[in-house]
């Protein structure tokens, strides 16, 4: 069993297991902190969404807080003027790069990008950086599900959960800057990829990009 430490976020006093990180340890506990990318069982988390980011008492500045593995004595703050800054504008950036149609989109209701809204009482809408209106069409080769890239947030969730799977590996990151993408060895449809439907890319998806045709909504809103 692991070592138990005690840490202060928020002022409240927690007791966790020793190195587990930060951003789980205050979800766990009721405290929430802004995350897309984030999985629980990353042995290295990517930190590539940059949302969770917390004070750390005599750190010199902000940090995320899903690699900050708990320690005895921590005292975190999950809100500053600094902490807020950089979570609204990592949002905003986001939401430039994101095709808001919140009422016809498959995870309306269960999207972590609108939990953050609340949370952080941010509007959903585009502000300080317009929309990068682009061509992607959806790709809706698979029977059971689809895939609208303009709805991608780029955390790549699905793509671990496709390594975990431990099949071939259907997905992976292609591009760079605004080419980057989610996609299939040379852009295939999923349908003409090893893709074999499992499913666990969707339940994955923190947002309404993977999307069951169905229209049931995935189990845990893309949380894990
Ligand atoms: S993914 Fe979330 S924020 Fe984006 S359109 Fe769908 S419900 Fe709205
Ligand atoms: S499809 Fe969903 S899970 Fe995959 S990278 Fe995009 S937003 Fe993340």
């Keep these: 069993m692991k070592k138990k430490v005690t840490v202060i976020i928020d ?7 020793a190195g587990e990180k930060l951003l789980f340890v205050a979800l766990d ?18 930190a590539s969404c ?6 750390l008492e005599g750190g010199s500045g902000p940090v995320t807080a899903c690699t900050l593995p708990a320690a005895d004595g921590m005292v975190i703050k999950t809100r500053s003027p600094r902490v807020d800054r950089l ?12 095709r808001l149609k919140c009422g016809s989109c498959p995870a309306n209701k269960n999207c972590e990008l609108q939990r953050i809204a609340r ?8 502000g300080r950086f317009p929309y990068l209106e682009r061509e992607r069409p959806a790709d809706e080769s698979p ?16 793509i671990r959960e496709d390594r975990r799977a431990g099949g071939p590996g259907a997905i992976g990151f292609a591009g760079r ?7 299939t060895c040379e852009d295939l449809p999923l349908a003409e990829s090893p893709c074999n439907e499992c499913g666990r890319c969707v339940s ?3 947002v309404g990009a993977l999307y069951w045709k169905d229209g049931h909504a995935t189990a845990n809103g893309g949380r894990l």
């Design 11 to 17: 002022g409240r006093e927690i007791s966790a297991a």
């Design 29 to 46: 506990h009721g405290i929430y902190i802004p995350h897309l990318c984030a999985m629980r069982d990353d042995k290295r988390p990517e």
């Design 50 to 55: 940059r949302l969770c980011f917390v004070e």
């Design 87 to 98: 979570v609204r504008t990592a949002f905003e950036l986001l939401l430039s790069d994101h």
């Design 119 to 126: 949370a952080r009482g941010f509007k959903l809408r585009y």
């Design 143 to 158: 029977a059971s599900f689809g895939f609208d890239r303009s709805r991608c947030v780029l955390c790549g969730r699905c």
């Design 177 to 183: 800057g605004l080419q980057r993408r989610v996609s």
């Design 204 to 206: 994955a998806c923190p």
